[in-house]
C-alpha cells in the first residue's frame, strides 16, 4: 500500500556521487518513498537534525570522512533508522562496518555491492519499507476501499443436535507487512479517525456477500456479525442493514448482530428505539460478553434482545473451577427464563461442551469445535464436522462426567 503526500516515509542517501544519489532516490519513489540526498556524512548528519528517515542508504568511501565516521555519528545520534550499506569496498571489509554498526546499537537492514542492479535495491527497500511501516488511519482507509478479504469466521454448532449451523463473522486484517493486525487496533484507529461508520459497513457487506455465496453452493448458515458500540444506534443503522441484505438476496433473518454491554451504556431511548426497528426488521440481536460488564438485569430485561452469549472468561477451566460453572449455570438459566438463546463461547475441550449441552445452552463455539477460518475453508470443516459429530464422547443430552445430584438438582 503506497503512501502519498508529505507523509510518505524518507529514505536518506548518502553518497558523493550524484548519479548514485539519483539513481537510489529513483528506486525509493517507486516503492512508494521519498527521498532525500546527502553528499557526505557531516551533511548527512545535519540534515538528521531536521529529518526522521525510516531507512538511510549510505556509501563507506566517501571524501571528508568515511562510513565508519557517519556510523560513530549516527549511533551518537540513537538512529533507529534502518541501514543500507553500498559500497565498493571488498566483502570482509564491508562485514566488519556492519558489525561496527551493530554492536553501536544501528539497524542493519541490508549490505549490497556495487554496482547495484534496479530490481536488486527495488526489492531491498520494498522489504524494508513493509517491515517499518506502521499501521495507520490511511492504511484502513485503503483497506476499507479496497475489495481485499477482511474476514474470518468461526463455526458455530447447535448443541441440540451437533449440526453446523452459523459462523460469527470477525475482523482480519493486516498491514502493509502482511503481519495481522490485532481487531482491537484497527477498530481503535478507526474510532480516532473517524472510520468506524466505514469499517463497519465493509464488514457488514463482506459478510452478507459471503452468505450469499454459501447460500448459492447450497449452504445455509446464519452469521453473527458484531456492531461496535460507537455506531450500534446510529439513526440510519437500519435501513443500512436492510437496504445491503436486500442488496444480495440475503434474508435478514439469517443475520445476528452481535453488541458488547457497553452499548447499553449510551442513551438508552436511542437504544431502544433503534434495537426495536433492527428487530422489526427480522434482525436477531445477541448481548456479546455478558457478565464482562456494568450493564443491570433491568436494562437487560427493557432491551429487546433475541439471544445472550456467555463470554469466554467463564468458560475456561469448567472440570476445576466451581465459580465459573456456578456462573455459566446461572446465566444460561437466566437466558431460559428469559426466552432468549443462549450462545457459549471459548468452548476449548470436549469437557466443556458437554458441559454446555447439559445446561441446554443453544449454540456453541471456541477451538475444540474450530478456530476461525478464512471462507475457503468452511466446506471442508463442514465435511470434517459430520464425522466428528457421530463420533462425540457423550449423546446430545448426555450428562457432563463429574456432575454431582447436588450440581443436577441446581440447574
Not at 121 to 145: E, G, H
Not at 264 to 288: P, Q
Request: glycine fraction near 6%; proline fraction near 4%.
Amino acid at each position: 500500500m503506497e503512501a502519498t503526500g508529505h507523509n510518505r516515509p524518507i529514505t536518506l542517501i548518502v553518497d558523493d556521487e550524484p548519479g548514485i544519489r539519483n539513481f537510489v532516490q529513483h528506486v525509493a519513489e517507486s516503492v512508494g518513498m521519498q527521498a532525500v540526498g546527502a553528499v557526505s556524512g557531516s551533511d548527512a548528519l545535519n540534515k538528521l537534525k531536521t529529518l526522521s528517515p525510516t531507512i538511510i542508504v549510505m556509501d563507506m568511501q566517501m571524501p571528508n570522512g568515511d562510513g565508519v565516521q557517519l556510523i560513530q555519528g549516527l549511533a551518537g545520534l540513537g538512529i533507529k533508522a534502518k541501514i543500507v550499506i553500498i559500497s565498493g569496498a571488498d566483502s570482509r571489509l564491508l562485514e566488519v562496518s556492519a558489525e561496527i554498526a551493530r554492536q553501536r546499537g544501528l539497524d542493519i537492514g541490508a549490505v549490497l555491492h556495487k554496482p547495484v542492479r534496479f530490481e536488486e535495491l527495488r526489492r531491498t527497500l520494498s522489504d524494508l519499507y513493509s517491515t517499518t511501516m506502521p499501521f495507520s488511519a490511511a492504511t484502513l482507509k485503503q483497506i476499507i476501499d479496497s475489495d481485499m478479504p477482511i474476514l474470518h469466521y468461526q463455526p458455530k454448532i447447535r448443541l441440540s443436535d451437533a449440526s453446523f449451523c452459523g459462523v460469527e463473522a470477525l475482523l482480519r486484517c493486516r498491514d502493509a507487512a502482511d503481519r495481522p493486525v490485532s481487531p482491537e487496533l484497527a477498530i481503535s484507529i478507526a474510532e480516532e479517525a473517524g472510520l468506524m461508520t466505514a469499517l463497519n459497513d465493509r464488514i457488514f457487506r463482506a459478510a452478507i456477500e459471503q452468505r450469499r455465496q454459501w447460500t448459492e453452493c447450497g449452504r445455509e448458515l446464519e452469521v453473527a456479525i458484531n456492531l461496535c458500540a460507537s455506531v450500534s444506534f446510529e439513526h440510519d443503522l437500519p435501513d443500512r442493514l436492510s437496504a445491503m441484505c436486500a442488496e444480495q438476496g440475503v434474508p435478514s433473518t439469517a443475520i445476528v448482530l452481535e453488541m458488547t454491554e457497553r452499548a447499553l451504556e449510551r442513551d438508552n431511548l436511542v437504544a431502544m428505539e433503534t434495537m426495536a426497528r433492527l428487530r422489526l426488521m427480522g434482525f436477531r440481536l445477541s448481548i456479546d460478553d455478558f457478565g464482562t460488564g456494568h450493564s443491570s438485569l433491568v436494562r437487560l430485561r427493557q432491551m429487546p434482545f433475541s439471544e445472550l452469549k456467555i463470554d469466554r472468561s467463564f468458560v475456561s477451566n469448567l472440570d476445576k473451577s466451581s465459580e465459573n460453572a456456578v456462573i455459566v449455570r446461572s446465566l444460561v438459566q437466566l437466558a431460559q427464563n428469559l426466552e432468549m438463546h443462549c450462545v457459549i463461547e471459548g468452548i476449548e475441550d470436549a469437557y466443556a461442551l458437554k458441559f454446555a449441552t447439559q445446561l441446554g445452552c443453544t449454540e456453541a463455539q471456541g477451538y475444540h469445535i474450530a478456530r476461525p477460518m478464512p471462507p475457503s475453508e468452511i466446506r471442508e470443516f463442514d465435511l470434517t464436522w459430520r464425522w466428528r459429530r457421530s463420533s462425540l464422547e457423550t449423546p446430545v443430552g448426555g450428562q457432563p462426567a463429574g456432575d454431582t445430584e447436588e450440581t443436577k438438582s441446581s440447574a
